[in-house]
């Protein structure tokens, strides 16, 4: 997650109240699964009926690859 979205990550100046909602990080889910052998693939994605003012968030989060052995970001895929 602090890849994804930092801790110190701020909205623009005058960002709509959708954009400040998807600066928070209440505002997604993380799922994880085991992948191949010493990875884990992370999922983040808009919480369902985060952000909801202007429709569903759609093309929002990402998968991430993760070493866990060493704790490094192998690869991301975004949407």
């Not at 909602?21 to 808009?46: F, M, N, T």
């Amino acid at each position: 997650m602090d890849d994804f979205l930092p801790w110190d990550a701020n909205p623009h100046r005058g960002a709509t109240p959708r954009e400040v909602c998807l600066h928070q990080r209440q505002s997604y889910d993380v799922k994880a699964a085991p992948g191949p052998e010493g990875v884990i693939l992370v999922r983040i994605d808009a919480e369902d009926g985060a952000c909801i003012k202007g429709g569903p968030v759609i093309d929002m989060g990402a998968t991430y690859a993760v070493d866990v052995r060493n704790w490094r970001i192998l690869a991301v895929q975004l949407p």
